[in-house]
């Protein structure tokens, strides 16, 4: 039995991590949730103990809110990862409600009879029990309509959720389009799930970024070895794995993701097909984001410097934290072309996105 209070201490013990008291508070939160959780499970195997126990209902699930930088995804995702629940599943949630409409269009188109979200939410419970949902907002109208319904069905089944959010979730798509119709499911929410804030204290990821440089150049193994290494401290993780964006039209393949922090290169950001679309998909799945191995792109490379222009635009646009890995400094990655003067302005961006006003600013 792995559990969470104590994989904590050891990172507290071996200098990984520094001590905070609303961390250690969350772990005890979540150390609790884990032997509840196990308890219950081993319950659900004994068909005696199942039938006869007056102590077999659904552990409440937890839902933690707090700032950007204060370690919610890192221990969540320490929960997810060092134990032994049973079918146990992190998701980025806006990735989840991705695969959720697709998976509901896939069955409305196959049969017209039934309730396509019954179907969707009874697969989804066939393959997890336990749901870590991190970075969880609502700014679509099409995601907030159908939240209450799924997780009605859900909740019946005996899902357990945890997850993160920078709201309470009395906060959750304020202002949106017939909020009222949304706000039954933050009452189920606040039934299903104990609330937990991860009070004020620092922004580990913010003093990191900071304190380091953001713009690593030239493309040198010195270089490269300190990019890398920034990556695993931030995310928290030398044995970062990787992940995928759904979108309906096709697959965005992160090189490197941990603790909702992810990696890509400039080839499978700039030399493939890639649009406005997914590199909106992107923003909205990181906060913080590494680009590696950025080459200085000649005026034949029309496509890849469109594309370049265009990701650092709704990056920056969207207030996301960017670390860079580049041949050159921002003024020479392009020297000459049909876009200089558009890249006049990623260039003066690409500063900008180094300086610490621009890191401190809130993220959307």
Do not use: W
Request: charged residues 25%; contains cysteine.
């Amino acid at each position: 039995m792995n559990r969470p209070i104590s994989y904590y201490n050891s990172l507290i013990k071996n200098r990984i991590l520094e001590h905070d008291n609303s961390q250690e508070n969350l772990v005890m939160s979540l150390d609790k949730l884990y032997l509840e959780i196990k308890h219950f499970q081993e319950s659900q195997k004994n068909l005696i103990k199942k039938v006869f126990s007056s102590n077999n209902k659904t552990p409440l699930g937890l839902y933690i809110f707090g700032n950007v930088g204060r370690g919610k995804s890192m221990l969540m995702d320490m929960f997810c990862n060092t134990n032994d629940i049973e079918k146990i599943k992190r998701f980025h949630f806006h990735a989840f409600m991705q695969d959720t409409h697709l998976k509901i269009r896939e069955q409305r188109n196959k049969s017209k009879a039934g309730d396509p979200i019954s179907y969707v939410a009874k697969s989804i419970f066939s393959e997890i029990k336990v749901l870590c949902f991190d970075e969880f907002q609502v700014n679509d109208a099409a995601d907030a309509m159908i939240l209450k319904r799924l997780f009605q069905k859900l909740f019946e089944m005996g899902l357990i959720i945890i997850t993160t959010s920078n709201q309470h979730p009395d906060d959750l798509y304020e202002g949106g389009i017939n909020r009222e119709l949304f706000l039954p499911f933050i009452d189920l929410l606040k039934e299903k799930c104990n609330i937990f804030e991860i009070e004020g204290g620092r922004d580990f990821r913010l003093e990191k970024l900071i304190t380091n440089k953001v713009y690593f150049f030239p493309i040198n193994p010195k270089n490269k070895s300190e990019f890398h290494t920034l990556f695993e401290e931030i995310s928290g993780n030398k044995n970062a794995g990787i992940t995928q964006i759904n979108l309906q039209s096709r697959v965005i393949d992160i090189e490197k993701y941990s603790n909702g922090i992810g990696l890509m290169s400039f080839d499978n950001l700039c030399n493939k097909p890639l649009g406005t679309q997914e590199y909106i998909a992107i923003a909205k799945n990181f906060k913080t984001f590494f680009i590696s191995d950025i080459p200085i792109i000649d005026n034949q490379q029309i496509n890849q410097i469109k594309r370049f222009i265009n990701l650092i635009d709704v990056l920056y646009d969207n207030n996301i934290r960017v670390v860079f890995l580049a041949s050159e400094r921002p003024e020479k990655l392009y020297k000459e072309g049909s876009f200089l003067a558009e890249f006049k302005r990623t260039s003066s961006r690409l500063y900008e996105m180094q300086s610490e006003s621009y890191l401190k600013k809130n993220h959307s």
